[in-house]
Structures are given as structure tokens and as C-alpha cells.
């Protein structure tokens, strides 16, 4: 079977060369011309070889992946897309259509592999693409899609965007995905640029790299827009925001009517878009200028598209029923289906609508047995299935919120199957409800009673567990909302905050950091920036593979002996023990101190850069609060007791106004420095140009703040603090490991690191700690421990700054003792200390926020 010239000739994806030099894709650092990524694909279309055979692709948002797509696309391969991950659903998908080449993705490249020369099915001329109807379901049914139905609903959607070369939109959402699909096929068309990036909008990076990139556009679902909320979007500086688009499932109202108002005062349009995977992904667009008024409507059909409405019999409503190019071939639910041509021309969307003012379609119900959450359609009946194929008799009901089914029989083992339902589903668990029933409620006719199903959530006997409803995994009392409660005493924590969003900073991250990995045996990368949601993604260590090789069998002895720890909690853990144990003399080992203040910065750029610039501020000012309180109450208790202090120490202002050269009262230098550099970054970041500036050159500012604190090193300047050489540079550098989002940056740091340490101090032992120290942050995520020592090192690292403080007040009392026992003693009352003050905080923070919310405040829409 020879490939089509016809149907590779109709693909925006054989003619990227006509755009030349234009850039079509930026992936970090990289940007790729249409003539380039033209010739990526074409050389990949190649390695398909000469006959059309049926390709199934892991689709990942990286250049490989999106390389596969093209290539298949101009070359008139059939394509499956399928969820990346290897999981369930991909490999369901994967054995039930048996594809000739496979490209699985991971660690940001795509292994092609072919599988036979010659492919064994018949492949109708004008399939093009195969996408679940349904998200990551494993189910075998799938939208046949022809090339001609992706370049018209490409076209259309760059008619109504009026997308132009100029536009640049960044990859919100997964290309497996129509909707981002879709984003990409219309920007490719008209010659604009796509930012290739999988990530979130709550995460500082991804705001830089608008920012940087120049991003004129993002895709959002509903629960995006609450995300959003949370990290100030309306207070952001985004000069070349054009418009936001939103489908993905119905916005509330009242957010449409927020968004759309707050656009018209920033320049940017909100699009409200209708779509359905089975017609390429758009139906209808609401336009910018109707959303104030209009909030409620789906808008009008896409250019070249059509709608009537269809009576449904016994129903005062009707059906809406959608024609146009972009419609689908018809499904497919094996291999044979895929010889099939064209089944329909016109699509029933089975969601009930009406005709408003100015045209205006709105959507005012649902006849199928579909719900919609977080973008991903749900087949109820499919769920039903499901939990027949495990055994249970149960009737599935749904919103756009969640999945409640009632299981016939007194079950136990509940909780364990709706985390297998929701994985199979590919929704958060926190979506999938299931309660045990003596019967199914039913109608009297027989049937279902799905409104009394439904209203099962709402007994106060729920089974919802926030703990299996976010990990699955975790134990009853172990979740991650009542972790981030507990540790952060907030309350009302919800599904789209993240530990920094509630204020978490360095000194509460240890605590939290600590529950989570036991609740979940592996913490995910970056889960400080993590919404509530979304911990759902992270795998149980139950989950697992069988030991069976030998070396298997070693690691699982070594797991038993060890656990991993971030290597941050260890640093901070190892470093305040060395310096209580140099200072009562038990041994001689200088430079963690400085190892921390590097550690500092590092956990500065993690919790104090996100939001906008007032919120960054008092998220700042707090977190220089809880450093200045316990540390100033110890201080001036040895102010008052003791007379190796002044009020200069009292103040923090010892290394500006207290005696030169290193005294006593230098003691507390490394808090001092610590809160000066806070209060002076605070007040700094608070400017509006240097904001523009760290956000726009994230990796670059932190550098350039290092190095003008270097110039005191080559006395240039002195500005350094008695008794220290300049520090901030340290602090700064910490800050640069944080930003380093890739191999190259960190090479940087590295380089760095290794042309300023060494020699810093007379003492090479201590210019070699920092170093090691400071390289081990960079490049090692987390180190073995004991697992016998691992509460104890989580419990030193979370104390470290009050067993520094107060270390120096039972210094005098046993510095002459068992130095042991010295050692030892200081710790225990730092740690006393800590968990006193700590309470004590957390009281008053508590009591502010009772006091700020009795207030009335503005109401905030919410996801679905």
C-alpha cells in the first residue's frame, strides 16, 4: 500500500517549508525554523519507510513526539495517539489495534520502533488520525479523523483567532489531547510558533517563559482559571498576551464574565470555545466582545461549520446536532473499523442547547450518558463496565465534577477500586466516588435512578476520603490536604492550592516534605508547586513490579536498610550538627554555615518568587518574620543574662554598627546576614523594573547578583561584613541552582562555582565543604539514609535555625563538660525551642487570619 500524494499534498504538515526561516518551535533554549523542523520531519517520514502503514505514538509535549506527529500527517501515515507513560490505557490501546510502528516517548526524546515491513491491515485512503473519545480510558473506541477534517478545523480555528505568524502560543495542555492538538495544528498553518512545555501555570517557570518567549497565547480548562486565581494572573505584566482560549468543559459563568472583563482592561481577548473530539476538536466560539454580556452562550458555529437544533421525544428541549468539514469519519472499535470511509456527515453532540439573542447557541443540558471532567470525557456506561469486569453489580451517575457509583453489596475494599477506576479513567481520584448500597437505587419503571445515585455524594457518610481521593496510596490519616493542614495550620485547603500558594516556606517544607514520603514513598519532583490535584499522578510504591532478578533483590535490601531524602533536608541536617560540634570543640570542621546561607538561596527562589510582586512581597516579609521572632527572643534573653551582648545583636544591626573584627557579639552573624539579604531583596523585587527583570531573565539575574557581590572578593569594593568575607554571592549562587531548568545551566553554576570557592578563605578544608556541599545540591535531587536516622535528620533539619540560635546560650553553661553530652544537650533544646516557637507562630498567624476573615471579601470562581 504506496502513500497518497493527495493526502499527504492536503496537510498543513508537508508545506512547514514554505514558512523558511520563521520559528516554529522553542524548547528551552532551542528554537527550531519551519525549514528546519521541516527537515526533521521529513527525514522521519522517511524512516516510515515507502509503504502506509499504521503508526501509534506516545504523545509527549517535547520536539521528538511532535516530529512523529508531522512526519505521519504529511507522509498520509495513520496515526493512534495515545496517553505517554506506557500505562494501562496506552498499551490497552496499543494490543487491541496492533500497530505496525510504535513511538514510545520518554525522558524528552522518541524511540521509533518498527514492528513489521508491511502492514496487515486495510487502512481506508482518507484516515489521517485515531483519538480516544475519552481521555486516557483504555477504552478501544476511537474518533477516525481525516486529514481533511484536521486542516479545515485548523483553518477555521485561525480564522475566528485571527492568528497571524507573529503569534506564539505555549503548550498548556497535552498534545494526546484534542483541544491541544488542535493548538498546534492552527498555529502551524499560518506560519506563528509554538512553545513547547509541559509546564503548569502555577509554576514561576512557566510565567518567565511567557515572558521571555514572548507567548501570545495559552490554552485553558476550567480548573485553569482557579489555578490561575491563586497565583495572581490578574495582577501579572504580560505585554504580549494577545488572548486566552477555554474549552475543555463548561466555566462558570461568573468567571467568564471576570476573565472576559479583565482582558478588556489588559488587552487580551478571552475565547470561549464548544468542541467535541469527534469533530477535530472546535464546534463554536463565543466572540471576546459577547462574553461580558453573554457568559452564559457557547457562541456561534466555527467558520464553515453549521448547528440546527433537533426535538428530542419526551423532552420539552432539543438536541444540538453539528455539521461541517471538521466532522468525523465515524468510530472505530478494532482494526477492521479502520477500512471504513465515512459514516456521518452531521454530528449529534448529545448535549441539549437553545438559541439565544444575537444567534448565540447555549448549552442548557446533556441526553447522553457523558460527563466532562478536568477536559477528559467520561462514558458512564464505560464506568459501569469497568466495575462489572471487577466483579461488582453497580449504576454510574456523574456531574462535571465527579463519578458517583453505587455498588451493590456491603464492600470493603471500596477505596482500593476507585483507585484503580480513577487511574483507568485517567481523572484525579478525587472524582471518583463509590458507596456501597444494599440495592441499586432504581426508577419505577426499573431503571436507574441517577439523580438519586448522584446525590449519594452529598451524605455525610461519604466514603470520600481525601486521602484516596488525592493519593490512592496514602493512609487515612496521612492525605495531602490534611498534611499541608496540619503542618501549615491552614484550613479549607482545596483541590487547586499548592504548599506555596498556602505560604509554605523552607521551614515548614521539611515537615511536609517528611509526611508526604512516607504517605507516598516517592515525593515528585517540584511538589511545592504541585496543585492538591495533581498529587493524584504520583505511583504507590505498591504498584510496583515483583522483585524477581537478583539485582533486584539487592535494591530491595537496600530499600529496606535506606530511604531517599531530598538532599536539601540533609545538607541543612548535617550542617547544623557540624557547626554545634565545632563550636563545643567535639570536632574541627568549618564551612557549613556558609553551605547553608548557599541552601538559603536555593530555597528562596523555591518558596518567595511565585505570585504576583505583592503577594511575592508578603510571602517575603513573612518568611523574614519567622527567621527574625525566635531568633531575636533568644538574643535578647542573652542580652539580658549574660554580657557578651549588645543591643546592636538585639536589633540584628551587630554587623553594621557592633564592634569591628570577630568578638562575641558575632555569634548571631550568619541570622543577621541572613534577614539583611531577605529585607534587602524584599525591598528590591518590590521595584517594578527589577521584577520585569527577574522575570524575564530568571537564571540570569541571580547570576549577576552574585557578581556584584564578588567584586568585594577581588577588593574592588569592600562592603564585606566583620569577621565574614561576602556572602550574598553564596546566597545568590543557591538562587542560580534553584533556576537551573536544564543540563547547559547547570554546567553554568557549576563552572561558577568552581572559579569562585576554592581560595574564598584561608582555610582550603572549608573553601572544599562549601563546594562539595553546594555541587551535591546541585546536582544530586536526593542521598540514602538510614532509615533508622530518618525522622532524626528530618527533626535537625527543621530546627536548624533555633538549635542554631540557641546553641549559643548552653555554649557557656557545658563548653567545659563531656563535649558529647554538649553537643547533644544543644540540640535537644534547639529542638524544644523549635516546636514551642513554632506553635506559638502558627497561633498568631492563625489568629490574624480569623481576624482578616471576618472581613467581606470578593468571591472567587472555582473549577469544576
Not at 158 to 182: F, I, K, V, W
Request: one cysteine or more; a neutral charge.
Amino acid at each position: 500500500m504506496t502513500i497518497q500524494p493527495d493526502l499527504a499534498g492536503t496537510s498543513f504538515a508537508a508545506k512547514l517549508a514554505t514558512f523558511g526561516d520563521r520559528t516554529a518551535v522553542c524548547v528551552g533554549d532551542r528554537s527550531v525554523s519551519y525549514g528546519e523542523l521541516a527537515e526533521l520531519v521529513g527525514a522521519m517520514a522517511r524512516s516510515f519507510g515507502p509503504a502506509r502503514r499504521l503508526i501509534a505514538l506516545e504523545v509527549e509535549n517535547t520536539l521528538p513526539s511532535l516530529t512523529v506527529y508531522l512526519a505521519a500527517l504529511a507522509s498520509g501515515h495513520p496515526l493512534l495517539l495515545v496517553p505517554p507513560g506506557g500505562g494501562q490505557a496506552s498499551e490497552a490501546l496499543i494490543a487491541s489495534y496492533d500497530p505496525d510502528i510504535v513511538a514510545r516517548s520518554g525522558s524528552g526524546d522518541c524511540v521509533v520502533e518498527v514492528l513489521r515491513d508491511e502492514t496487515k491491515h486495510d487502512l481506508h485512503p482518507d484516515l489521517a488520525l485515531l483519538v480516544s473519545t475519552s481521555g486516557s480510558t483504555g477504552s478501544p473506541k476511537l474518533v477516525r479523523l481525516s486529514g481533511a477534517a484536521v486542516q479545515a478545523n485548523a483553518a477555521a480555528i485561525a480564522e475566528y483567532l485571527h492568528l497571524r505568524p507573529s503569534d506564539t502560543a505555549a503548550t498548556t495542555l497535552p498534545l494526546s489531547y484534542c483541544y491541544g492538538m488542535s493548538v498546534v495544528n492552527s498555529h502551524l498553518l499560518v506560519g506563528a510558533s509554538l512553545v513547547l512545555t509541559d509546564l503548569s501555570v502555577v509554576d514561576p517557570c512557566f510565567w518567565d517563559l511567557v515572558r521571555s518567549r514572548q507567548v501570545t497565547s495559552f490554552a485553558a480548562v476550567p480548573y485553569t482559571f482557579d489555578l490561575l486565581d491563586r497565583v495572581g494572573f490578574e495582577h501579572m505584566d504580560l505585554p504580549s498576551l494577545r488572548y486566552i482560549t477555554q474549552a475543555g468543559g463548561r466555566l462558570a459563568p461568573e468567571c467568564v464574565r471576570r476573565y472576559a472583563e479583565l482582558g478588556q482592561k489588559r488587552g487580551w481577548d478571552l475565547f470561549v470555545m464548544y468542541g467535541q473530539t469527534e469533530a477535530t476538536a472546535r464546534m463554536a466560539y463565543l466572540p471576546p466582545d459577547q462574553a461580558v454580556v453573554h457568559p452564559y452562550a457557547i457562541g456561534v458555529p466555527v467558520p464553515g461549520g453549521a448547528f440546527r437544533l433537533e426535538p428530542v421525544p419526551g423532552l420539552d428541549a432539543s438536541e444540538l446536532v453539528f455539521s461541517g468539514p471538521n466532522v468525523m469519519l465515524g468510530y472505530a472499535e478494532r482494526p477492521e473499523d479502520l477500512a471504513l470511509g465515512r459514516e456521518t456527515t452531521e454530528l449529534r453532540t448529545g448535549d441539549l442547547a437553545r438559541q439565544g439573542p444575537g444567534g448565540l447557541y447555549e448549552i442548557v443540558g446533556r441526553r447522553s450518558r457523558f460527563v466532562k471532567i478536568a477536559g477528559l470525557r467520561i462514558d458512564l456506561g464505560q464506568v459501569e463496565r469497568i466495575l462489572s469486569d471487577f466483579g461488582l453489580s453497580a449504576a454510574a451517575a456523574g456531574s462535571d465534577e465527579m463519578v458517583v457509583a453505587a455498588v451493590e453489596g456491603n464492600r470493603d475494599h471500596l477505596a482500593l477500586v476507585a483507585k484503580t477506576l480513577a487511574h483507568d479513567l485517567g481523572v484525579p481520584r478525587a472524582a471518583v466516588e463509590l458507596h456501597s448500597v444494599p440495592s441499586i437505587p432504581r426508577l419505577v419503571n426499573g431503571k436507574p435512578d441517577y439523580p438519586a445515585i448522584l446525590a449519594l455524594s452529598l451524605r455525610p457518610d461519604s466514603d470520600r476520603q481525601p486521602e484516596a481521593a488525592i493519593m490512592g496510596s496514602l493512609s487515612s490519616t496521612s492525605t495531602v490536604r490534611e498534611i499541608f493542614e496540619d503542618v501549615l495550620e491552614r484550613r479549607n485547603v482545596k483541590d487547586s492550592d499548592t504548599f506555596v500558594s498556602l505560604g509554605g516556606d523552607s521551614l515548614s517544607y521539611v515537615a511536609a516534605s517528611v509526611r508526604l514520603e512516607r504517605a507516598l514513598g516517592d515525593v515528585p519532583p517540584g511538589w511545592h508547586l504541585m496543585p492538591v490535584r495533581e498529587f493524584t499522578r504520583a505511583s504507590p510504591s505498591a504498584d510496583r513490579p515483583s522483585v524477581t532478578s537478583r539485582s533486584d533483590r539487592v535494591r530491595t535490601w537496600r530499600g529496606r536498610l535506606f530511604a531517599r531524602m531530598e538532599s536539601g533536608i540533609v545538607l541543612r541536617a548535617v550542617a547544623i550538627l557540624f557547626i554545634v560540634s565545632t563550636h563545643f570543640r567535639l570536632l574541627d570542621w568549618e564551612g557549613t554555615a556558609h553551605v547553608l546561607m548557599a541552601l538559603a538561596g536555593y530555597n528562596f527562589a523555591r518558596f518567595q518568587l511565585s505570585g504576583s510582586r505583592m503577594e511575592r512581597l508578603l510571602r517575603q516579609l513573612r518568611a523574614a518574620a519567622r527567621i527574625v521572632l525566635p531568633s531575636v527572643v533568644v538574643i535578647a534573653v542573652a542580652f539580658v543574662l549574660t554580657d557578651a551582648y549588645g543591643w546592636q545583636n538585639v536589633f540584628l544591626l551587630n554587623s553594621l554598627l557592633g564592634p569591628q573584627g570577630w568578638t562575641d557579639m558575632s555569634r548571631f552573624w550568619f541570622v543577621e546576614i541572613l534577614v539583611h539579604i531577605l529585607l534587602g531583596l524584599a525591598v528590591l523585587l518590590a521595584i517594578p523594573a527589577v521584577d520585569r527583570a527577574l522575570r524575564r531573565w530568571p537564571f540570569g539575574f541571580p547570576l549577576a547578583l552574585a557578581s556584584v557581590d564578588l567584586v568585594q572578593r577581588f577588593d574592588i569594593i569592600d562592603l564585606s561584613y566583620p569577621g565574614q568575607g561576602p556572602v550574598l554571592w553564596l546566597f545568590a549562587l543557591g538562587w542560580a541552582a534553584a533556576a537551573s531548568q536544564n543540563v547547559r545551566q547547570r554546567i553554568v553554576v557549576t563552572a561558577v562555582s568552581l572559579a569562585t570557592i576554592p581560595g574564598s578563605f584561608t582555610d582550603e578544608q572549608r573553601s572544599a565543604t562549601i563546594l562539595v556541599g553546594f555541587l551535591i545540591l546541585l546536582w544530586i535531587p536526593t542521598l540514602p539514609i538510614p532509615r533508622g536516622l530518618h525522622r532524626m535528620t528530618a527533626l535537625l533539619a527543621t530546627a536548624s535555625l533555633y538549635i542554631y540560635v540557641t546553641h549559643w546560650l548552653v555554649y557557656p553553661l557545658l563548653a567545659e563538660g563531656n563535649k558529647t553530652i554538649a553537643v547533644l544537650t544543644s540540640l535537644a533544646v534547639g529542638v524544644g525551642y523549635w516546636a514551642a516557637a513554632t506553635r506559638a507562630m502558627t497561633g498568631i498567624e492563625r489568629w490574624l487570619r480569623s481576624g482578616r476573615a471576618t472581613a467581606p471579601s470578593a468571591g472567587r470562581c472555582a473549577g469544576p
